[in-house]
């Protein structure tokens, strides 16, 4: 397998050090791969001036897989939209056409105090959000700021067509029939005309899987579901917009955002793997921030893109086995376990490897 590393800003650095270090314990067991580094975001942006430089496209695109840590910061936010660490991550979903991004939330035992739901609520809670990822409103034309009769304007365009939805909805169901066969489809189809195609396609798609049960829920209902009783759902499927909230909500349920991993697929499995978090700027560089999520996408990319199950699973044992060994970084410490860095932590994986 061919790697392109991508550490990317802030945390990033510390947190994809660590799934480094782990690929290569499995490496030095015989596990075949190549890793090589390029930049994404304001690193890229500092040295070459653009977010998604080519010398990244094209190390990115010849690769089998992309691990990713986080990127942007305050310093760049101030820098005209193109040149911003978050257009170096569209550009790059883009580029790649990743269209299918995975976010499981799956909640460790040894964390359900870590939530700030009642235990009973989210114990034994495991989903899985799909969303798409090159489309809707994040892309959508006509866009931008503009001054129209003496006023500005700000105007984005939410748009999906059929094919794009058809090929999202493939892969929910495709998810579905290996979990446990129930699919909620999220769209706001009471208000907004291309989320009722998107009702309409998904509907079409469900002949395919009769053995998958599809329902259908708006999505500020779902917001306020996932909250009142998560163990509900098993399978979320939604468009890029409400994927990007839905997700960020479905992580809390976890304890911790930083334990979250995410692929981001192609059509033919290719794919990106990076944490669900962002680039903490507030704690970059204090060697604390949690690694968890970023090893956990490791074994995303070698479940996915490298079609290796058994190293995907040897590593999410390893991560069960430290966190019932009781080794907690900041974000999920709690009274009674050991608060430990970002290094420790990926020591302790690499130990119980
Ligand atoms: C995510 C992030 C990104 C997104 C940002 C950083 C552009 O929030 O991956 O969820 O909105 O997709
Ligand atoms: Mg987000």
Redesign the pocket.
């Known amino acids: 397998m061919k790697i392109c590393v991508l550490p990317g800003d802030g945390i990033g650095v510390e947190i994809i050090a660590e799934a480094v270090r782990v690929l290569d314990a499995l490496k030095s067991d015989g596990l075949k791969m190549e890793m090589e580094y390029a930049e994404l975001g304001g690193c890229a942006v500092d040295s070459t001036g653009s977010p998604y430089p080519e010398a990244t496209q094209k190390l990115a695109r010849e690769a089998d897989a992309v691990l990713l840590g986080a ?2 910061g305050p310093k760049w936010d101030v820098l005209p939209r193109p040149q911003r ?2 257009r170096g ?2 550009g790059i ?1 883009k580029d790649l056409n990743l269209f299918a ?1 995975l976010r499981p939330a799956v909640l460790y035992p040894e964390l359900a105090n870590a939530s700030s739901l009642k235990p009973e609520i989210v114990s034994g809670l495991d989903i899985l959000i799909v969303r798409e ?1 090159t489309g809707d409103i ?1 892309f959508g034309e006509p866009r931008g700021i503009a001054v129209e009769d003496g006023k500005r304007v700000g105007r984005n365009t939410m748009i999906y067509n059929e094919d794009e939805i058809r090929r999202i909805g493939h892969v929910a169901f495709k998810s579905a029939q290996k979990r446990n066969k129930k699919l909620c489809s999220v769209d706001k189809m009471n208000v907004l005309e291309t989320t009722q195609l998107w009702r309409d396609v998904m509907i079409e798609v469900a002949k395919d899987y009769p053995d998958v049960e599809l329902s259908h829920m708006l999505v500020d209902n779902a917001a306020m579901q996932l909250v009142r009783a998560p163990k509900q759902f098993d399978v979320v499927v939604t468009g ?1 917009m409400f994927g ?1 909230i839905l ?2 909500e479905a992580s809390m349920l976890t304890g911790s955002i930083g334990m979250l991993p ?1 692929a981001s697929l192609d059509q033919n499995n290719k794919g990106m793997y ?1 944490p ?1 978090h ?1 680039s903490a700027p507030d704690i970059a560089g204090k060697g604390v921030a949690n690694p968890l999520a970023t090893i956990l996408s490791a074994a995303m990319m070698l479940r996915y893109s490298g079609n290796n199950e058994a190293a995907a699973v040897r590593i999410e044992n390893a991560v069960k086995k430290v966190l019932a060994a009781g080794l907690r970084t900041g974000d999920i410490w709690e009274e009674g376990t050991k608060r430990v860095g970002t290094r420790e932590m990926g020591d302790a994986v690499i130990a119980a490897l």
């Open positions: 990127v942007g660490p978050e991550l569209l979903r991004n990822l994040y890029n990007d997700s960020d995410s990076e669900c962002g």
